[in-house]
């Protein structure tokens, strides 16, 4: 896995964070939404994450007048057979790339999101099952709103990570410059697809402990119940906390993470690195915050301030179980 990354940093400058997170996220099985100005190497890193982990790879440029057979495919009618052959859409690929996902109307959105929840589509009372693993990077512009279809909260909730790409520092993007005027580089394949399926499956026995999950969770109830963890001030902030979702997948993510960092255990470092990337699409902002332009990563920060991590002595393992292997 070490050198897939490396792989990727030879076309990729200044998005470690980024890179780490979609690893995490590919390996944890679940899907992306990147959100960041035009420019930021989206359509790049994704491209190039398929070539150097050996999977097919496609990319929908959603707009208003797309339609769901444009996504998940179609029958049709061959004259010269007499017969309707199906044609399956683009979201039958390992690494599918949805930019600007907030273009498309609802209902275009709904087919997307439901291939991502049952890995499977139906054309004509036909099952087909989408390529495993199956990943999608939707992306979104946080400066344009005009012609937008604004995700619906239970869907974004879909989205095990919302990752914020931001500019590269000055000296990253000298370094971006300075590789535009060369050819640029080609990548390697470094992992196969079936070397994928046994990171994840050596992930599933990291060891997490309890109290490791109980700060998982105290997190995300002090999304929901500010006022039991002392954060009174911002209540007003909120108007819905994070789902149930939000601390399985801030589990199953540091466990991922934990893996890549050489550790057979998560520690509490890990949930709380994760805590915002897993977290902050799962909190609906009050009109009191964002009159007051404060955002969810702000609230955050504020959370992660108050929710005590598990003290060390209270990770040492006992004679009795206090081990989870799983959720």
């Known amino acids: 896995m070490g050198e897939a990354l490396h792989e990727l940093k030879r076309v990729i400058v200044g998005q470690d964070a980024m890179l780490e997170r979609l690893l995490v996220s590919l390996l944890a099985g679940g899907h992306v939404l990147l959100e960041g100005v035009p420019g930021l190497a989206k359509t790049l890193t994704v491209k190039t994450l398929a070539a150097v982990l050996g999977g097919s790879y496609s990319r929908i440029q959603f707009t208003p007048d797309l339609v769901p057979a444009d996504l998940v495919g179609t029958r049709v009618y061959r004259p010269d057979t007499g017969t309707f052959q199906t044609e399956l859409g683009p979201v039958f690929c390992n690494f599918l790339l949805a930019d ?23 054309i004509g ?53 300075g590789r535009s005027l060369r050819e640029p580089a080609v990548v390697q394949e ?38 039991k963890h002392n954060l009174n001030d911002i209540a007003p902030m909120i108007e ?10 801030l589990v199953q993510s540091a466990r991922v993470l934990a893996l890549l960092r050489g550790r057979g255990h998560v520690a509490p470092e890990d949930v709380r690195d994760l805590a915002q990337d897993v977290l902050r699409h799962r909190i609906v902002l009050s009109y009191d915050a964002l009159s007051d332009g404060v955002s969810a990563d ?28 799983a959720l």
């Open 298 to 325: 702000q609230l955050l920060e504020r959370v992660l301030a108050a929710v005590p991590e598990p003290r060390g002595e209270e990770l040492i393992h006992s004679g009795t179980p206090r081990i989870a292997r």
């Open 100 to 122: 600007e996902i907030n273009r498309a109307p609802a209902k275009v959105q709904s087919a997307l999101l439901e291939v991502m929840q049952e890995q499977q589509v139906t």
């Open 125 to 177: 009372g036909a099952t087909y099952e989408v390529p495993a693993p199956f990943i999608v990077m939707a992306t979104q512009n946080p400066i344009e709103s005009e012609g937008t279809y604004p995700l619906p909260e239970a869907q974004v909730d879909r989205f095990l990570m919302k990752i914020l790409v931001d500019y590269p520092d000055v000296g990253e993007e000298a370094a971006v410059v």
């Open 240 to 249: 819905f906390g994070a789902s149930p979702r939000g601390p399985i997948g």
């Open 190 to 227: 470094r992992l196969a697809l079936h070397d994928l399926s046994r990171y994840s499956k050596a992930a599933a026995t990291v060891l997490v402990d309890r109290e490791t999950i109980g700060y998982a969770v105290a997190l995300a109830d002090a999304t929901r119940h500010p006022a």
